[in-house]
């Protein structure tokens, strides 16, 4: 399974970006897909994440409200929407690929099988 991420960038505090997923069309037939990032010197945290079912979608208490995963309508492409970004919010963001459903919440980045090369999301104060 490949992942590319993209729709990363420069933006102020208040601002949005919608960063998108795109999966190889081979993929299993039951998945998630999550949103990680990773900030300088901090460890990679989960962020969101989505199955394909009806479980879901989870997201990190610092970013519910303000961010909404969703699946596109070809069914292999994942988006991040992010409004309302703060500096905090900062960081590389990475999609990743698990095979099997997640239930109950976010899970650790060693549970993804599969992860994209990552796409710079800055947020200026």
């Known amino acids: 399974v490949q992942l590319v991420e993209s729709g990363g960038g420069l933006v102020q505090t208040g601002g949005s970006l919608r960063l998108s997923c795109a999966t190889s069309e081979r993929t299993f037939t039951d998945y998630a897909v999550g949103w990680f990032r990773q900030a300088p010197g901090k460890e990679r945290e989960g962020v969101s994440c989505?199955?394909?079912?009806?479980?879901?979608?989870y997201y990190a208490d610092s970013v519910k409200g303000r961010f909404t995963i969703s699946r596109g309508n070809a069914k292999n492409t994942v988006y991040l929407q992010m409004n309302s970004l703060k500096p905090e919010d900062t960081g590389v963001y990475y999609c990743?690929?698990?095979?099997?459903?997640?239930?109950?919440?976010?899970?650790?980045?060693?549970?993804?099988?599969?992860w994209g090369q990552g796409t710079q999301v800055t947020v200026s104060s």
């Open positions: 990743a690929y698990k095979v099997g459903w997640i239930v109950g919440g976010l899970t650790r980045p060693e549970d993804y099988h599969y």
């Open positions: 989505i199955n394909n079912n009806e479980h879901g979608p």
